[in-house]
């Protein structure tokens, strides 16, 4: 090397031997292996032989491949790890002149390395997917290659497929043992392979296989129906063909069916395509359950009797045209499979219950209700009744005969005309049991039925008689219409004609006379007849009478008039009965208190001993208040009606013997202030009665409905008091009567009035109050409804009272008005009798 500034020179170097060849190099690709494995990578290295200080550029499918995640050996990008398929080459390059930027030399590119990649593994499937395959099925094995997204693939077997040998499906027609193995299959496209997938045993049974058919029970029971089913063992995805008694049975191919018919059943399996069938099942026998017969007796007598020939048939609805087999309980002794059991001469122990059963080829029924055959030990006797036992003039009567308790019977029918002879036979045979005869005498029958004909006991005897026409005549005495219960009646019957006749009378007394004449105590209502005998068979016609009997005996209605008095002025007293005209005599009573009790003692008026023949009677001059009673009898001996009811005639004025004062000294009251009611008098032993329109019996006394203190009788609460009031005493003194008025409304007012009678000329002040009494003012005054004064005021002053101011008096205030009261005026002349 020479260098000028500071003259140095060095010495030539060693030669060096430049060999340049003609050739452009070739760079070699090699692989550790050619197939990745599944989810793996293979490695591939790149040379230039015989030089270094390369780098590489790779290639895949004649593209740059990216090395950018590729990882270097000794030389950049020699070596590098590659996880996909595909054609690989690598080319070499270095600079000229060992750098600055000169251009890089380049190596020719490289062989070709084919790479295949690995993906998963396939798996053989079988289609269908039977769990059996038979010979003869058509079958296919399907390679199946997950997440292949729709990609061509071409397939190997093994076996190798005598078919399709690139095609993902296998198909075996009609396979047979031979075909018994592992298959395998794998498969690839472009730079892509799977591995061989596992193996997949295919099983072929060489026997071809027989349907099961099971039933859950092999009868249908009546109205119902039973379920079969068919199976084949091992396998499945069948449908099912059934039969019935050999014949395709019309149902959907289904495994499980119900059925209500019977017959013999069986099925068979089908499946694939094309179709391979199994071999039929056996056949299950299937009985039908139908109605339950019925045993009815033949002749059907509800009872029978010991020595008859009966037969029992066991019935089936609907079961007409089938041949059935019969079985009996007991068993039948003369043909054990017949419908129909026969029994001769029946005896006491074939009383007793039966029953019966059938069956055929696919039918069969249950045992029948129990049938109960009654055997009477007792051999019968017929009963003979007539509807009437007397022939009437030109007529006839019915005879009938009857067994009780059976039937089916024919009738023989006897006669004996008169006591000196025997009976005879009139009719036979006979298949009513009832007949019409005409003429009189002594009847009897007998029953007969079945075959051969058992024949009855005689009947008793029914004597029959003969109506004449005579009618006779009923007379009563007395001849009332109406007769009471207690009361004596005689009937006499009369026959015209001298004939000596003897008397028959149909009562409601057993005891009825022989004789023309009946004398009866009447009781109770009927009708009494009565007819003439002549002899045995001869009669007359009855004749019947209507006794009217009433109960209880009557009790008459006693009015009086008038019910007030006028001093001094007359009483009618009248006494209704029912039926006024039927003899009833009259008798008139005074009632007499009797402190001891609530009623009275009677005492008979004057002239009235013997009784009247008219329903009144009048007293004259009576003063005061009294009481009366009335009743009737007829008859003889006498009969009586009860005593009538106490009717009353009131006095109200006062009189030293017996009187009555009231507290306050009023007609009308409020309903819930006391009111006291005083007698005095003669006596010191006093009772007050009253008479309302409420109460019943209208006279009862104080203590029903107040308190009695000494000779005082107070009223606390006056609910239903308006009325008649008056005293009695222990003597049988009647005070005066005074009226009480309530006001049963508690806002109501009340008019005060006088209670006693006011004198003709005396001063009168009417005024008017509430319920705290005070006197009320404004108050407009009515005499017999009619306003007096067209003013109101607080009092109504009559300074000098007449007969005409007599009457209703009532005030009203605010729209509310008092109840009426009646002030009574007596004359100065009344006042002194």
């Given at each position: 090397m020479v260098r000028e500034g500071d003259r140095q020179l060095t010495e030539w170097s060693d030669a060096v031997t430049l060999t340049v060849r003609s050739d452009k190099p070739r760079a070699t690709l090699t692989a550790d292996r050619t197939v990745i494995p599944l989810g793996g990578s293979i490695t591939l290295t790149c040379s230039v032989d015989g030089s270094d200080d390369w780098k590489f550029d790779w290639f895949r499918n004649g593209r740059q491949y990216s090395v950018g995640r590729i990882r270097g050996n000794t030389e950049p990008y020699r070596v590098i790890s590659v996880s996909e398929g595909g054609v690989y080459s690598c080319r070499g390059g270095r600079e000229r002149g060992g750098g600055g930027g000169d251009p890089v030399f380049q190596t020719e590119t490289s062989n070709e390395v084919p790479i295949q990649k690995t993906v998963s593994k396939p798996t053989v499937t079988l289609q269908p997917t039977w769990p059996v395959i038979y010979r003869g099925e058509t079958v296919t094995l399907r390679c199946e290659i997950q997440d292949d997204g729709g990609t061509q693939w071409t397939y190997e077997w093994r076996p190798t497929n005598r078919n399709s040998p690139t095609s993902s499906e296998y198909r075996i027609n009609r396979v047979s043992e031979y075909d018994n193995g592992e298959y395998r299959c794998k498969a690839k496209r472009g730079r892509q392979l799977t591995d061989w997938s596992d193996a997949f045993r295919l099983t072929v049974r060489s026997d071809k296989p027989r349907a099961t058919v099971t039933a859950h029970r092999t009868t249908i029971p009546a109205g119902g129906s039973v379920t079969l089913s068919c199976s084949v063992e091992g396998s499945g995805d069948w449908k099912f063909d059934w039969f019935r008694n050999g014949q395709q049975y019309p149902v959907d191919q289904i495994r499980v069916i119900s059925v209500s018919e019977g017959g013999e059943y069986s099925c068979r399996g089908q499946r694939g395509n094309p179709v391979f069938q199994t071999e039929k099942s056996r056949e299950v026998s299937i009985q039908k359950t139908v109605s339950r017969p019925t045993v009815t007796l033949q002749p059907n007598w509800p009872v029978v009797f010991r020595g008859e020939t009966v037969t029992l048939r066991c019935e089936i609805q609907g079961g007409g045209g089938t041949q059935w087999k019969y079985e009996w309980i007991p068993a039948n002794r003369n043909s054990p499979s017949s419908s129909e059991y026969r029994i001769s001469s029946v005896s006491d122990s074939d009383g007793?219950?039966?029953?019966?059963?059938?069956?055929?080829?696919?039918?069969?029924?249950?045992?029948?209700?129990?049938?109960?055959?009654?055997?009477?030990?007792?051999?019968?006797?017929?009963?003979?009744?007539?509807?009437?036992?007397?022939?009437?003039?030109?007529?006839?009567?019915?005879?009938?005969?009857?067994?009780?308790?059976?039937?089916?019977?024919?009738?023989?029918?006897?006669?004996?005309?008169?006591?000196?002879?025997?009976?005879?036979?009139?009719?036979?045979?006979?298949?009513?049991?009832?007949?019409?005869?005409?003429?009189?005498?002594?009847?009897?029958?007998?029953?007969?039925?079945?075959?051969?004909?058992?024949?009855?006991?005689?009947?008793?005897?029914?004597?029959?008689?003969?109506?004449?026409?005579?009618?006779?005549?009923?007379?009563?005495?007395?001849?009332?219409?109406?007769?009471?219960?207690?009361?004596?009646?005689?009937?006499?019957?009369?026959?015209?004609?001298?004939?000596?006749?003897t008397y028959e009378w149909r009562t409601t007394n057993r005891n009825s006379p022989s004789s023309s004449e009946y004398r009866i105590t009447a009781d109770s209502s009927g009708d009494y007849g009565c007819r003439g005998r002549r002899d045995r068979f001869t009669l007359t016609e009855w004749r019947v009478i209507r006794l009217n009997v009433s109960s209880p005996k009557p009790q008459p209605v006693l009015s009086v008039s008038p019910s007030?008095?006028?001093?001094?002025?007359?009483?009618?007293?009248?006494?209704?009965?029912?039926?006024?005209?039927?003899?009833?005599?009259?008798?008139?009573?005074?009632?007499?208190?009797?402190?001891?009790?609530?009623?009275?003692?009677?005492?008979?008026?004057?002239?009235?001993?013997?009784?009247?023949?008219?329903?009144?009677?009048?007293?004259?001059?009576?003063?005061?208040?009294?009481?009366?009673?009335?009743?009737?009898?007829?008859?003889?001996?006498?009969?009586?009606?009860?005593?009538?009811?106490?009717?009353?005639?009131?006095?109200?004025?006062?009189?030293?013997?017996?009187?009555?004062?009231?507290?306050?000294?009023?007609?009308?009251?409020?309903?819930?202030?006391?009111?006291?009611?005083?007698?005095?008098?003669?006596?010191?032993k006093w009772r007050v009665r009253r008479f309302t329109d409420t109460t019943s019996p209208s006279h009862v006394q104080c203590s029903n409905w107040g308190t009695m203190h000494g000779s005082s009788c107070t009223i606390n609460r006056l609910w239903y008091h308006s009325g008649v009031y008056w005293c009695e005493s222990e003597s049988g003194e009647f005070s005066n009567a005074v009226n009480i008025t309530v006001q049963d409304d508690y806002d109501g007012i009340i008019l005060l009035s006088p209670v006693h009678p006011v004198t003709e000329g005396d001063p009168v002040t009417l005024s008017c109050r509430n319920k705290e009494q005070q006197l009320l003012s404004n108050v407009f005054f009515y005499h017999n409804d009619k306003l007096l004064h067209s003013d109101s005021r607080e009092e109504l002053n009559i300074s000098a009272v007449s007969k005409s101011d007599e009457g209703f008096y009532k005030c009203q205030h605010s729209g509310k008005d008092s109840p009426r009261s009646w002030m009574s005026v007596r004359g100065e002349e009344e006042e002194n009798v």
């Open positions: 007793r219950n039966y029953c019966c059963k059938a069956h055929s080829d696919h039918q069969i029924t249950n045992w029948s209700s129990a049938f109960r055959l009654t055997v009477d030990g007792n051999r019968p006797t017929p009963s003979l009744t007539a509807k009437n036992y007397n022939i009437p003039a030109g007529g006839s009567v019915a005879l009938s005969c009857s067994v009780r308790g059976s039937a089916g019977w024919r009738f023989d029918w006897f006669r004996q005309e008169s006591v000196h002879h025997s009976a005879q036979s009139i009719r036979n045979n006979e298949s009513s049991g009832t007949i019409s005869v005409s003429n009189e005498g002594v009847y009897s029958c007998r029953g007969g039925r079945g075959d051969p004909v058992f024949y009855t006991e005689t009947s008793s005897e029914v004597t029959i008689q003969k109506t004449v026409p005579i009618t006779p005549t009923v007379i009563q005495q007395p001849n009332w219409s109406q007769i009471y219960r207690g009361e004596k009646v005689t009937l006499r019957c009369e026959i015209q004609g001298g004939t000596q006749w007030w008095l006028n001093p001094g002025a007359s009483v009618t007293l009248s006494c209704e009965v029912k039926h006024q005209d039927a003899g009833w005599r009259f008798f008139w009573y005074k009632a007499v208190s009797k402190l001891i009790s609530s009623s009275y003692s009677l005492e008979l008026l004057p002239g009235s001993t013997n009784g009247t023949e008219q329903n009144s009677f009048i007293i004259q001059g009576q003063n005061h208040t009294a009481g009366f009673v009335c009743r009737a009898g007829r008859g003889e001996p006498e009969f009586y009606t009860y005593y009538s009811e106490p009717k009353f005639v009131w006095s109200a004025d006062s009189h030293p013997a017996a009187s009555l004062s009231v507290s306050p000294d009023r007609v009308q009251h409020v309903i819930d202030q006391p009111v006291t009611l005083k007698c005095s008098g003669n006596d010191t």
